[in-house]
């Protein structure tokens, strides 16, 4: 089992790098956001016990979050490769986290924090457009799709805001990241395996460094 884990705040562009190491590796993505997104589409009771959280811009409690996450790598099984994204969010989770890799005989091996300033991370996330069908991430002006409302990828014609993009909740979401998330940065720094990456320059420079990075520690 091989752990890395994606940290930054929301809109730092997670997301993209999941993407990329999703398409160019055998890594399995864990990405609590979509995970708890999809239990309240499908109206399971864990989905609609995380909603009200999720639409104030506040964290889900742990103990769900635990629930998922491991369901999940239960089904997995010992020797899947894990790319966490959105997860840990808090040090409780941390530690769980660590608790059920030494389980297995292994530890988080890389943690890539994004870096990018707070105010193109709002002017990110206001402009964000999700494909309801396959997920697929836009922006209204930096990454418009090619033809006005069409998903590029599966041709979906339901591109949406999430609720929780609107202007108040991503203040609110960005307070809850520094009051509850930001310390989880000294914590893997304190362990050796955490990586900066700079989050605000074109997607293909962030590839290419996530690719360097995973070379590097022979993660790929
Ligand atoms: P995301 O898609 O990662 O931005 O997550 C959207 C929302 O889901 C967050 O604002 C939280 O309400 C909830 N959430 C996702 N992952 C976690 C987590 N690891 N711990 C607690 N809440 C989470």
Known sequence: ???????????????????WIKKNTSYEHIA???MLREAIQAKRPLGLEAKAFMEKGALVPDSLIMQIVNERMA??????????DGFPRTMEQAKLLDQVLKEHGTSVSLVILLDV?????????????????????????????????ICDACKGND?????????????????????????LIDYYKNKGVLKHLKGDVPREKIQEAVQALLKEKALC
């Open 32 to 34: 609590t956001g979509d």
């Open 117 to 149: 300033p707070r105010a193109v991370i709002i002017e990110r996330l206001t402009g964000r457009r999700v494909c309801r069908k396959c997920g697929a991430v836009y922006h209204i002006k930096n990454i418009p799709p090619r033809v006005a409302g």
């Open 75 to 84: 089904e997995r099984g010992p020797d899947a490769q894990y790319l966490f």
């Open 1 to 19: 089992m091989k752990a890395i884990l994606l940290l930054g705040a929301p809109g730092a562009g997670k997301g993209t790098v999941a993407e």
């Open 159 to 183: 591109l949406y805001q999430r609720p929780d993009d609107t202007e108040a909740t991503i203040v609110k979401r960005l307070e809850v990241y520094e009051a509850q998330t930001a310390s």
